[in-house]
Nanobody
Framework: QVQLVESGGGLVQPGGSLRLSCAAS????????MGWYRQAPGKQREVVAT???????TYTDSVKGRFTISRDNAKNTAYLQMNSLKPEDTAVYYC???????????????WGQGTQVTVAS
């Protein structure tokens, strides 16, 4: 069983910063893409940022210039550095990984349990 565990969420004032971490564990052969998604009350879940194994990244327009996604391949861990946080960033943030398990050739998608980020004064 592959497991993704997020950490680093919490309460922060507008303009502040947080860094989220996502650690993947299990019989993993290769993680192709990792990403961060978020869902606010009354809204659909949206992709925030993704990063491929070669380091290529994507960002949704609303976070460009403020958020940075990175990964440590040796640790099977992804990070999301969030700066200049706004109240509209408040949401549950979920980690996602598309990976290949040891002994298999099929790509499988896994989700973390989510971590709450609240931006308020």
């Amino acid at each position: 069983q592959v497991q993704l565990v997020e950490s680093g969420g919490g309460l922060v004032q507008p303009g502040g910063s947080l860094r989220l971490s996502c650690a993947a564990s299990g019989r993993i052969f290769r993680i192709n893409t990792m990403g961060w998604y978020r869902q606010a009350p009354g809204k659909q879940r949206e992709v925030v940022a993704t990063i491929r194994s070669d380091g290529r990244t994507t960002y949704t327009d609303s976070v460009k210039g403020r958020f940075t996604i990175s990964r440590d391949n040796a640790k099977n861990t992804a990070y999301l550095q969030m700066n200049s946080l706004k109240p509209e960033d408040t949401a549950v943030y979920y980690c996602n990984a598309e990976l290949i398990r040891i002994g298999e050739g099929l790509r499988t998608t896994y989700w973390g349990q989510g971590t709450q980020v609240t931006v308020a004064s």
